[in-house]
């Protein structure tokens, strides 16, 4: 039985929640106003901001090129990721330490460092496409998620299992994909699920990258409040909650929200 | 200062599950008591009760003549070895033994010296800067002991505080605890899941399941008199064997079994508790002989003990295991009959299921 | 293939992706600050003398230590609280910190400049009690950038403190107990030093975080509080001065990388398990 904690520090931590989630309660509210301003309680329920929102191509096409982004500069990540994940777990003697670091290095250094510096190099330097740049950048700033998150599952796991199949008869490249991948498996989900979220919301690299009709949704949110004020937006973000929302579902489904705290 | 500790019917709840239930303990002062049981038996519980990391639903703690029952675990003056030892990793030994004095106000000078005898007193002089990270699991185990005794509290609790340490360190750890707890005549609370720990170092020992006491004796008397099936089984009288007593023969009780042999048992030597009981013994408390009054059985595996060798024998009664001398090897599927070692067997009432 | 082979095969996709398209393009970044005609560091002395690059830091920094600071005042409350709710509760608790972190910059900077705008709820709440008879701006100020960056980073740090507070075993608060600490004590003496670690970790993100964000500056502080990163982006993609950018980029850089490189030698030194 644990001791009781403070009343007052209870109702510190409520209000706090309330800090949290007041905002987003905001904008669900604000999106279903029938006003043509944000406004908070909703005047009137209508969903014709949400009807807006299809209407508007540019959001629509950001909303495609996000998704396609988010799940290919992911699923790219995973590509090169896993293998180094792999040979950083499995190698330890071969391979230097400051490897891993190397992998990390996008979260070290400033986001919006690396879009100017991409955008230079990439877009400007060689002449990329848009989307090939922002598909580099974005495999680029989820590469830490994915090396790190699968990193974490490979070091618990006991590759003693990998020889006992090698040594059963089982080729080393196949004993990786069907003896080491299935293990690591929720490694690899908690990675991809991380990655593909913070390629969806990113601002900081993409605001570089974009341009002339390629844009992503965040950037086209950033660009349309510049300009209009109106409850589009807080429509926009409520379908950009319902997105964490399922993320978070397919989280709780498949490898229990305990892992969110580690 | 040496005082007693007594549980009086004492209860605990984990949400609506009952843990323990109305259970009675004595520890007379300066006496070494163990609870002993598997795990989820309640003596964990019973410990933490004690320590007041647990509420009771019910009943009352004493120690001496204080009531602990709602007193705050910081303010019980109780010396507790965790079985993780629970170390602070963040300072150093000395440090570690001197904690429970700095929240006694003792004084710097007074915390240092008195830490510093503990330490040697258990060895750990050479060690009293380093911290619990760069240890042995057998110093830390003692930097533990440290601890707790420095406080010298009336009443010290262990909870299964060898059960880290391999099995040569265990033996000299727990006698090293048995001659520290004498030495200071503290009363004391130890709970394990090892049987042989348990008897070797306490005055008496506490059987418990399901949140009771089974039986509550001196190790010598649990070994070889248990009062309960349950205790028997725990304490390796692998045997048990139903009986019925059907007439008296003589001095004699005759007893039937399953198939209808019948055994006479002498009442100088048993005493038949119900006409419905159990004859369980060890292995050792039935001989394998080739004839004459016992259980008829027919012998199947034989396995060499260095002492005897063991028998699976196949009774009526199902399979039993006997002993029998290692000058007159049987051959198995051979015919023998099993005679019972009044001074190894035990008659237990039946117990209604 | 030999072992040592295998490794550098397997690494070989990963490190030529972060060496070409993030090392490469950042040193050159970097190295562009050094080009200037009036001598190597000319770029930085123009920006060291610049009152207004100067007010930017400064600005920049004091809004990254606010949020820190109370990030970690808040954080570290509420996660003491999270830790030791019934376990039904802290799931619902953390999911409730989760939702928030995985919802975007822009979405969440955006709900604060529906509270906080002329027209906003929060103006709107004051008239209606009548403390103010005129709505007044309280976007565009340092305030508003400060609010909306706590708001960003309290998940982050509740959900980082509740995993270094969970990660205390609850043996050593026992152990301070019997051992006659009162629970003040107990705090004091063996919770707080163990979770100072954790503690310098969480903070290091939120100022790194809060230091070269961009989007919540851009929305809520616009020109008027300018910050490193908004002031990154002016220089880049609205002046088109590279060479300036690229000196406020390695500003951010040195200040970042330093601060990561000293707390973390400062949380290695003040970890407890190490001895």
Known sequence: MKQRTHPLLIAFAVLVFFFLLGPLVIIIGASLSDTSYLTFPPQGLSLRWYENVFEISAFKRTMVISFLLAVGGTALSMLIGIPAAYALARYRVELPRFLGNIYVLPILIPEIVLGFSLMKSLATGLGLPIIAALLIGHALLVLPYCVRVVGASLNSFDFSIEEAAVSLGCPRWKAFFIVVLPNVRAGIIAGFILAFITSLNDVSVSIFLTGPGVSTLPIQLLAHMEQFFDPTIASVSVLLMGVTVAVMAIVERTLGLTFLTK | ?353 | MPPRLRAWALSAPALLLVLLFLGLPVLSTLATTFGDPAGPLAQYATFFESRFRMTVLWRTMEVAIITTSVSLVVGFATAWVVARAPSRLKSLLIIAAVFPLLTGVVVRSFAWLVILGKNGILNNFLMGIGAISEPFSMLYTQGAVIIAMIYLFVPLMILTLVGVLEGIPQDLTDAAASLGAKPAAAFRQVVLPMAVPGLIVGSVLVFTGSFTSYATPQLLGGERQMMMGTFLYQRAMVTFDWVGASTIAAVMVAVTLTTVIVMSKVARRLNPVAG
């Open chain 2, 1 to 353: 200062m040496t005082v007693s500790l007594s549980l009086e019917n004492v209860s605990a709840h984990y949400g609506s599950t009952k843990v323990l239930d109305d259970l009675s303990l004595h520890v007379a002062e300066g006496e070494l008591v163990s609870l002993l049981g598997s795990s989820g038996c309640g003596k964990t519980t019973t410990l933490r009760l004690v320590a007041g990391f647990l509420e009771p639903s019910g009943g009352k703690i004493r120690l001496g003549d204080r009531d602990l029952t709602r007193l705050p675990a910081h303010a019980r003056n109780i010396g507790l070895v965790f079985q993780t030892y629970a170390l602070f990793p963040h300072l150093t030994v000395r440090e570690n033994v001197a904690f429970g004095l700095k929240q006694r106000g003792v004084s710097r000078a007074e915390q240092r010296r008195r830490a510093g005898d503990i330490i040697d007193r258990v060895g750990l002089g050479h060690l009293a800067e380093r911290h619990p990270a760069n240890l042995s699991g057998g110093q830390r185990q003692r930097v533990a002991l440290a601890r707790a005794l420095v406080i010298e509290p009336p009443l010290l609790m262990f909870d299964e505080p060898l059960s880290n340490l391999d099995a040569k360190l265990r033996v000299d750890m727990r006698v090293e605890i048995r001659r520290l707890q004498q030495a200071n005549g503290t009363t004391a609370l130890y709970v394990t899941h090892d049987q042989e720990e348990a008897f070797s170092i306490s005055d008496r020992v506490a059987i418990m399941n399901a949140g009771q006491i089974m039986q509550l004796d001196t190790p010598e008397v649990l070994y070889s008199r248990p009062a309960n099936a349950f205790v028997a089984d725990f304490v390796g009288f692998e045997n048990m064997i139903p009986m019925r007593a059907i007439s008296e023969a003589g001095d004699a009780v005759r007893a039937e079994m399953v198939g209808g042999a019948t055994l006479d048992l002498p009442k100088s030597q048993f005493t038949v508790p119900a006409q419905d009981f159990i004859l369980a013994t060890r292995p050792e408390g039935l001989e394998v002989t080739a004839g004459g009054a016992g259980i008829p059985a027919t012998l199947g595996l034989r396995t060499y003990l260095g002492r005897a060798y063991q028998y699976h024998c196949e009774t009526a009664a199902g399979t039993v295991k006997a002993n029998g001398p290692l000058t007159q090897p049987f051959a198995a599927d051979s015919a023998a009959v099993l005679v019972p070692r009044a001074e190894q067997c035990c008659l237990l009432p039946q117990e209604s299921a």
